[in-house]
């Protein structure tokens, strides 16, 4: 019998039923109220999500189209840029200010450590930068970058500060008004749980101030555009919108409110928890800055002789799990749990039971559930 797989890789994440229902159903027209009420609803919802009174629009795009629209809608080609860079992500931010000519400065870390705010504060005042492009959560390490604090220095230089926050809105604490975010970019595909191709922004008053004078080519992406076609009495999309995506996502944003914003978070942390304490248990190193943070998505360092990509592969081939192998200068030496969005948790012990086989079929030496037993001590606990 052939079960479906189960994603336990970061994004795109596994979709509950109402989901997929409501993006089954019959589309209502994109111009007109049935359209209207759907856009504010969703809209309302990112709002609260992001804790933000700023204004909110959403793109039918992955992610990264979010990512480009904040550098197309901030900056002018020449502009100085500060771009961390701990990891995949980090590369494409710069990646995408480089393909817009800006003037990147990038701070090179060893992936897997965490950004530190000082570095920013000092390339800053050495460049005198217009912005710094950072994530909150580095996919592909699993660090959680410290935003409030990266986001303070650069308010104190006067920079704009756009934040890749893909990976983490819903399952990691954000604070886009209190922390004085200029623009936070996330998607549908990771904590949200509904599937992948819708991207939003969170935009600042300082955010759209930028946007006027920026001089970088734009149109689909042009956020002033969106804005207009939301002030409308009723809300219109200024293109054909990706109405049955927007109608899984509504569907997605009441499942992730039912029990409130906290409660899902917290369910992250303690999934987290669960998985970190299981895969510790059977002796394994966490890879990465303080992963006791990282309630999105686990870095594991492949043990001595076992390859992690292989591991990656024989665990979705012989039991159907998902698991995500290390990027870069990584491949092979860690793989990764995701453990963001519509995950409870017999999700992450069967998760865990997959990692125990499989590492046992590749002659790792460990104690049959030991990881199983340090997950239900968490959550005997939780
Ligand atoms: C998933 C992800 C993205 C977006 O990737 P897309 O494939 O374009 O949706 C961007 N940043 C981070 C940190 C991510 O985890």
């Not at 959560?137 to 220095?153: M, N, Q, Y």
């Not at 946007?211 to 002030?231: G, I, M, V």
Request: hydrophobic share 40%; aromatic share 8%; proline share 7%.
């Amino acid at each position: 019998m052939d079960r479906p797989e189960i994603i336990m890789a970061p994004g795109p994440t596994p979709v509950p039923p109402e989901v997929y229902l409501a993006q089954g159903s019959p589309l209502v027209y994109h111009r007109g109220p049935g359209y209207g009420d759907l856009l504010r609803e969703v809209t309302e919802d990112l709002k609260r999500l992001y804790k933000t009174k700023n204004d909110v629009v959403i793109f039918a795009s992955s992610g990264t189209g979010g990512l480009e629209s904040a550098v197309a809608n901030l900056f002018s080609p020449g502009d100085t840029v500060v771009v961390p860079v701990a990891g995949f992500f980090g590369e494409r931010f710069a990646k995408i200010a480089r393909a817009y000519r800006l003037d990147v400065r990038t701070i090179d870390y060893e992936w897997g450590r965490a950004v530190d705010p000082a570095d920013v504060e000092k390339t800053l005042a050495d460049t005198g930068a217009r912005g710094v492009l950072v994530q909150q959560s580095e996919t592909s390490t699993g660090v959680i970058h410290p935003v409030e604090d990266i986001a303070r220095v650069a308010k104190q230089a006067g920079a704009l500060i756009a934040v890749d926050c893909v990976s983490s809105l819903g399952a990691v604490p954000f604070e886009t008004d209190a922390w004085g975010v200029d623009a936070a970019i996330s998607g549908s595909q990771k904590a949200l749980s509904a599937t992948p191709g819708l991207a939003f922004v969170a935009i600042s008053p300082a955010a759209w101030e930028a946007n006027e004078t920026a001089q970088n080519p734009r149109f689909y992406f042009d956020w002033s555009l969106y804005k207009t076609a939301y002030a409308l009495s009723s809300p219109e999309n200024p293109f054909t919108p990706a109405i049955s995506l927007m109608q899984g996502l509504r569907a997605a944003l009441r499942l992730y409110f039912q029990d409130g914003p906290d409660r899902a978070q917290r369910r992250h942390e303690l999934l987290s928890r669960a998985v970190k304490n299981g895969v510790r248990a059977l002796g394994l190193d966490l890879f990465g800055d303080h992963p006791e943070l990282a309630w999105a998505v686990t870095a594991v360092r492949a043990p001595e002789g076992i390859d992690g990509d292989e591991l990656v592969a024989r665990c979705r081939r012989d039991h159907g799990v998902i698991l995500a192998p290390g990027q870069g200068p990584l491949k092979g030496k860690v793989f990764r749990i995701g453990h963001l969005g519509y995950y409870d948790r017999l999700d992450i012990m069967r998760g865990l039971v997959a990692l125990e086989l499989t590492l046992e079929s590749m002659g790792y030496p460990l104690k049959r559930g030991a990881a199983v037993a340090a997950a239900e001590d968490v959550f005997s606990q939780g």
